[in-house]
C-alpha cells in the first residue's frame, strides 16, 4: 500500500521548506498552538476558518461550541491539527509535536464516543468522512514514530468509522458534497484496513455521485466554487491514491474530475483563487489545478496551474513534483472568454495574463442551501486587482449578517421596489427563487457580448435583463432593462475592491491599489455611496466602498452605465434613428458612445423589434441590423453580437 508521498516524507519536508517556506512556517505556528490546546483554523482549505483563537487549558472539550458557532466543533473534530502536528515534527524533529499527537488522539479516542446523539456533533457523517484524510495523512508524516498500541486503537476507531460510513447514505448523500467526501474517506479507510469491499463501495457511491452532482460544463450544481473544490479534491485525491495502489477506478471518475478541473481553470479569478461565490471563500485554487496536470497531459490544467507552488503538490506527488509541473506542455485556450452554460457561469477576459481585464457573470439557478440571491451579479477584474466584488459568506450561524450578506443587495446586481428576487427564509432556506432566464453569449477579439435575466419579479408584473458588451480591453457597457406595463423603483448596487470611491452627479470614480475605474450612469440615475460588508474569509468581517443606483422605471425602461477600467473615459447617450432618418424612441432602441484615449466606441441597443426603416440602427453616424451593435477602431462597420 501507498499513501502519496510517504516513501519520501524526508525529502518533502525539505522541498516544502525550500519551496513554499510560508507553509512550513505557518505549520508550525499552528502546532506551537495546538501544543498549547489553543486552536485556531487557518489551513489553506480549511471549510470554516477562524481568526480568534479558543484555549483550553484544563483539558480538551471535543463537543465545545464557542461563539455559539458549531461549525466551531466541526472543525476541531476534522483533526487538520494532527496533519500540522505531523508537518511541524519533520520540519523540526522536536518529540513535543508527536507527543501531542499522541496525546490528542488518545484522548479523542478515549473520550469521543459514536452515539446517535454525537451523529449531530462530534460524529456527524461529514466529520467521518475528513478524518480518516488526516489521521493518515498523519501516520504517514509521523511514521514510526507512533506506538503501536496507539495505531491499533485508531485502526479499532477507523475500522467504525467505515462501518459508519458504508451505512450513512441515502438521497441527500446521492447528491451533495457531503455524498463524495463520505466516499472518498470510507476509500481511504478500506484501502488503509485492507477492505475491498468498502473501496469498491465507495468507488461506485462516488462515481454515483459524480453522475448526478457533476454539470455538464463540469461544475458542481452546489454553485459555490468552495465546495465545487472539496467534492474535486476528493475525486482527484481518489484517483491518485487507486493509481499508485493499481487499483482499477470506473471512467466516470476520470472524466468527471477532469471536466472539474477545466471549468475551474476558466472560471477562477486571474489571480488563480476562487470567486468567493455562493458559501466560498477567497481561495488558491493551485494545488487543485497542479493535480489535475500531474494526472494528465492537459495543456489548459498546466497553464492555469502556472504561479506559486502550493505545498499540497509536494506532499501529495513528492518533492520532484515542482519540476515534474514545470515540465508540462501548457497553452490557453485561443478564445480568452468561457462560457459554463449548465451552470450559467459566464467569463469575459482581454487575456490570459494576471493583469488582463476579467468579467465573471452570475446567470444560473441558486445551488441549493450554498448558493447566494446572486443572479446578473458581476464580478470584475483588472491590472491584477478586483474592481467589483461579491461580500462572500462570513458565517453560517442565522441571523441578520448571514441573511444580508446572501441577500440580493449585497451583490452587484437589481432589485425592484425594495424586495429580492430570491427571498431569505435561514442560513439553508430560501423562498420564491428567482428563475434564470436562458442566457447568451457571442465573443469576438473586439468585444464580448452577454444577454442574461429571471422572472423573479414576475409576481410583480416585471421582467428583469442585463446586457453587457465588453469593449476590450478596458470598457464595460451595461444595460438593465425592466419589462413592465406598471412602474417600479430599481436598485442597482455596485461594491467595490479595497480603495476609495469619490461620488460624482453623474459617476464614481474608484482607486485602489494597484489600478482604478470610473462608473458613469446614463440614464437618469441617482447616485449614493455607502460602505457595505464583507467576509473573504469565513469569520472575518471588514468593509468596503459600494454605490446604489437608483431609478423610477415605467412601462420598458433602459438602466445604460458604463465602467472604464484602468482610467477615466467620457460617456453619453446619443440618438437613435431608422434608416430614414426618423427618430426611435428611448423604449424601442438607445446609443451610447464611449470615448477613451483618443478613441471612439458606440453601442447600439435595440430593446424590442420596431417599425423602423429596413430594421436599421442609427447612431453617431453608425448603421447597422441587429439587436446589439458595436461600432470599434477594429470594426468600423460595426460587429453584429446579437
Not at 85 to 97: E, S
Not at 194 to 211: F, H, I, P, Y
Not at 577 to 591: F, N
Request: proline letters at 7%; glycine letters at 8%; charged letters at 20%.
Amino acid at each position: 500500500m501507498i499513501l502519496w508521498a510517504e516513501n519520501e516524507t524526508a525529502a518533502t519536508a525539505r522541498a516544502v521548506r525550500n519551496l513554499c517556506p510560508g507553509a512550513a512556517a505557518a505549520a508550525i505556528a499552528r502546532a506551537d498552538e495546538i501544543c498549547r490546546r489553543e486552536f485556531l483554523f487557518q489551513d489553506h482549505w480549511e471549510m470554516e476558518p477562524t481568526c480568534q483563537p479558543v484555549r483550553f487549558p484544563d483539558g480538551m472539550v471535543w463537543d465545545a461550541v464557542p461563539a455559539g458557532d458549531p461549525e466551531w466543533t466541526y472543525a476541531l473534530n476534522r483533526h487538520t491539527i494532527f496533519v500540522n502536528l505531523g508537518k511541524a515534527w519533520l520540519y523540526t524533529g522536536r518529540p513535543l509535536y508527536r507527543d501531542t499527537f499522541v496525546f490528542l488522539l488518545e484522548d479523542w479516542l478515549r473520550q469521543v464516543p459514536h452515539t446517535p446523539a454525537s451523529e449531530s456533533t462530534t460524529w456527524r457523517a461529514l466529520e467521518a468522512g475528513l478524518r480518516p484524510e488526516n489521521w493518515l495523512r498523519a501516520f504517514c508524516l509521523f511514521r514510526g514514530a507512533v506506538p503501536e498500541s496507539l495505531r491499533a486503537q485508531a485502526d479499532e476507531s477507523l475500522a467504525r468509522h467505515g462501518a459508519y460510513l458504508a451505512s450513512a447514505h441515502g438521497p441527500f448523500q446521492k447528491l451533495s458534497n457531503w455524498g463524495a467526501i463520505q466516499a472518498h474517506g470510507l476509500f481511504l479507510i478500506g484501502l488503509w484496513l485492507g477492505r475491498k469491499d468498502w473501496q469498491q463501495l465507495a468507488l461506485d457511491r462516488l462515481a454515483e455521485n459524480l453522475r448526478r452532482a457533476v454539470l455538464p460544463d463540469g461544475v458542481q450544481w452546489e454553485q459555490s466554487p468552495m465546495y465545487h473544490c472539496e467534492v474535486l479534491h476528493t475525486v482527484l485525491d481518489t484517483l491518485l491514491l487507486a493509481k499508485q495502489n493499481d487499483i482499477p477506478t470506473p471512467p466516470i471518475l476520470e472524466e468527471k474530475a477532469r471536466a472539474m478541473c477545466r471549468a475551474l481553470a476558466v472560471w477562477a479569478a486571474p489571480d488563480r483563487t476562487i470567486l468567493p461565490q455562493g458559501d466560498s471563500d477567497v481561495i488558491d485554487a493551485g494545488d487543485l489545478l497542479a493535480a489535475g496536470a500531474l494526472l494528465w497531459e492537459d495543456p489548459l490544467l498546466a497553464a492555469a496551474a502556472r504561479g506559486p507552488l502550493c505545498e499540497e503538490t509536494l506532499w501529495d506527488f513528492g518533492p520532484d513534483a515542482a519540476a515534474r509541473l514545470a515540465a508540462r506542455p501548457a497553452a490557453w485556450p485561443e478564445c480568452p472568454s468561457q462560457k459554463l452554460e449548465a451552470s450559467g457561469n459566464y467569463m469575459l477576459r482581454s487575456g490570459w495574463q494576471p493583469e488582463d481585464t476579467f468579467i465573471h457573470l452570475r446567470a444560473g439557478r441558486l445551488g441549493g442551501g450554498h448558493g447566494h440571491g446572486d443572479l446578473l451579479h458581476l464580478d470584475v477584474w483588472h491590472g491584477g486587482e478586483a474592481v467589483l466584488v461579491d461580500p462572500g459568506r462570513l458565517t453560517y450561524v442565522d441571523g441578520p449578517r448571514c441573511q444580508a450578506l446572501k441577500s440580493p443587495a449585497a451583490h452587484n446586481t437589481l432589485r425592484l421596489d425594495e424586495t429580492d428576487f430570491t427571498q431569505y427564509r435561514a442560513t439553508w432556506e430560501w423562498e420564491n427563487i428567482a428563475q434564470p432566464l436562458p442566457a447568451r453569449a457571442h465573443f469576438d477579439p473586439a468585444a464580448d457580448y452577454l444577454f442574461a435575466g429571471h422572472g423573479g419579479y414576475l409576481s410583480r408584473g416585471a421582467l428583469v435583463e442585463r446586457r453587457l458588451v465588453f469593449l476590450k480591453p478596458d470598457l464595460l457597457v451595461g444595460a438593465d432593462l425592466i419589462r413592465s406595463a406598471g412602474g417600479h423603483q430599481a436598485e442597482a448596487y455596485f461594491h467595490f475592491g479595497q480603495g476609495t470611491l469619490t461620488l460624482n452627479p453623474r459617476s464614481v470614480f474608484w482607486k485602489g491599489s494597484r489600478t482604478c475605474a470610473q462608473l458613469h450612469w446614463l440614464s437618469g440615475q441617482t447616485g449614493c455611496a455607502f460602505e457595505s460588508p464583507r467576509a473573504p474569509v469565513y469569520n472575518t468581517l471588514c468593509t468596503g466602498p459600494s454605490l446604489r443606483l437608483t431609478a423610477s422605471t415605467s412601462g420598458t425602461t433602459a438602466l445604460v452605465w458604463v465602467l472604464s477600467l484602468g482610467g477615466p473615459c467620457d460617456a453619453r447617450l446619443v440618438p437613435v434613428t431608422d434608416g430614414a432618418g426618423k427618430p426611435i424612441a428611448s423604449r424601442l432602441a438607445q446609443g451610447v458612445r464611449v470615448d477613451k484615449d483618443g478613441q471612439s466606441r458606440t453601442v447600439l441597443f435595440s430593446w424590442q423589434a420596431g417599425p423602423h426603416e429596413a430594421g436599421l440602427l442609427c447612431a453617431d453616424g453608425c448603421t447597422g441590423y441587429g439587436t446589439v451593435l458595436a461600432f470599434t477602431p477594429q470594426c468600423p462597420e460595426g460587429l453584429y453580437l446579437d
